[in-house]
């Protein structure tokens, strides 16, 4: 191979590799330096206003909202009129317990990359705050990359006096990214621990299976039907749009990379109301107080009531997990989900002691379940030991064997059919037996 041609395909190679890596901020504009002219003029056409410092300048966006402007279904007030003990289970942080929900920062950046690491810049970082009758959105839009230090020691600054913050998915990605920004401009646990409700948890908690995914975008679609303007721009375009105004200077498509992140900032307000109007503890417990205006009407379906019954459940809560599986079950429940609220409850039940009241539930799955024998075999056990009843006992027993039987071939099949078999011997010895105790 002549080195003309070698020399073509490694240049070949290196435009492919080129066109798939994730768009990045040229090299050049990390390096700092006074604001260019351009970046000047940039600014100029931006909404909010520039803000010079010693360490540099940046654009600072300010909006604020009345409290009862109204996002989707809900009001920015409805958060406040919650119990921050249930941000505090939602979050498995019983520090926010005491916190003030209208102390909390609802943080969301726009980076120049989504896999995170050193190289990447948050060059957006919105921050909504409640501030008296107030919502204040505060954008810090990075001018120039080599003034990130003079953003970054304004938005420590201002968010010193929050009482914890509010994301999604920030646990992951926006506050590990700040922190490594912070540590690279040398401010090192700048934003210190507090308190921190990461929503994705909670929203991956009670949608997944029931949303094309758990992105906020399709939240805010579904859920509550709230839909943005053609100003907005996806999330996988940001960085590549930043790169393209650091090159030209042209502010204009960051007008939409700032709606897009205005937008994500009233939707967590509205999400993290939600949730917490869904989670709250239900039905006879204990109600938490109402600690700021009228409670909003209830935001609670049968599914949704399904999803809070097994979380209470898995976080040990059994009274309140118990109420919400009754009143899912009294709702309108598709086939598959009234069988595992039916199977949870049941068991919820049974771990009590309390297993003729579990009784009704095994019997409403035995009755359309056709692939799975464990509510006939419960049924068999409890006619066998607490109910004495032994001709129920092995006629429970017996339709759990055909069940068991159009299983797919295989160990499990075999050793619950094993089972069944050497529980069908006992009862017939049992029911052979005087006084029904198998001989010995």
């Known amino acids: 191979m002549s080195s003309d041609l070698r020399a073509r395909l490694q240049r070949l190679k290196l435009?492919?590799?080129k066109r798939q890596m994730p768009p990045s901020v040229p090299v050049e504009a990390l390096q700092p330096r006074p604001a260019r002219a351009a970046r000047a003029e940039a600014a100029a056409g931006l909404p909010g206003e520039r803000v010079v410092t010693p360490l540099g300048a940046f654009q600072l966006i300010e909006t604020v909202y009345d409290l009862d402007f109204q996002h989707g279904p809900k009001r920015l007030a409805d958060l406040l009129t919650h119990d921050p003990a249930i941000a505090a289970r939602l979050a498995r942080d019983e520090k926010l317990a005491a916190a003030d929900l209208a102390g909390l920062a609802f943080i969301d950046t726009e980076t120049t990359g989504l896999a995170g690491g050193a190289g990447t810049l948050a060059f957006?970082?919105?921050?909504?705050?409640?501030a008296g009758d107030h919502f204040v959105l505060r954008q810090y839009f990075l001018l120039d990359p080599g003034h990130e230090e003079a953003l970054l020691s304004r938005l420590v600054s201002d968010l010193e006096t929050s009482a914890g913050w509010v994301t999604y998915n920030g646990r992951a990605f926006d506050l590990p990214l700040l922190e490594t920004r912070l540590t690279i401009n040398r401010q090192r646990g700048a934003?210190?621990?507090?308190?921190?409700l990461d929503l994705l948890t909670?929203?991956?908690?009670?949608?997944?299976?029931?949303?094309?995914?758990c992105s906020l975008g399709d939240v805010e679609r579904v859920i509550f039907k709230i839909i943005r303007d053609q100003d907005d721009v996806p999330g996988y375009l940001i960085p590549q749009m930043y790169g393209d105004y650091l090159r030209s200077g042209n502010p204009a498509e960051m007008r939409r990379v700032i709606y897009h992140n205005t937008i994500d900032i009233l939707s967590m307000v509205t999400l993290a109301a939600h949730l917490m109007e869904v989670f709250a503890t239900p039905f006879g417990v204990a109600a938490p107080r109402v600690t700021r205006r009228a409670r909003p009407a209830t935001d609670r379906n049968a599914e949704d009531l399904l999803r809070l019954g097994c979380w209470h459940a898995d976080n040990h809560r059994p009274a309140e997990a118990e109420a919400?599986?009754?009143e899912a079950l009294s709702g309108r429940l598709a086939l598959d989900d009234r069988r595992v609220a039916l199977a949870r409850?049941?068991?919820?039940?049974?771990?009590?002691?309390?297993?003729p009241e579990a009784v009704p539930f095994w019997e409403q799955l035995a009755s359309f379940t056709l692939d799975d024998p464990q509510a006939f075999v419960e049924l068999a056990k409890f006619y066998e030991w607490q109910a004495r009843d032994l001709a129920q006992a092995a006629a429970w027993t017996e339709r759990a064997l055909n069940v068991a039987a159009g299983a797919p071939a295989g160990w499990q099949r075999a050793e619950t059919l094993a089972e069944l078999r050497r529980r069908q011997d006992r009862l017939k010895a049992k029911q052979l037996a005087p006084g029904g105790q198998p001989p010995r």
């Open 15 to 17: 435009q492919k590799i």
């Open 124 to 130: 957006l970082v919105g921050v909504g705050l409640c």
């Open 191 to 196: 934003l210190g621990q507090r308190p921190h």
């Open 202 to 213: 909670p929203t991956r908690r009670l949608y997944r299976g029931r949303l094309p995914s």
């Open 324 to 326: 919400a599986l009754r």
């Open 345 to 355: 409850l049941a068991g919820l039940l049974k771990r009590q002691g309390r297993r």
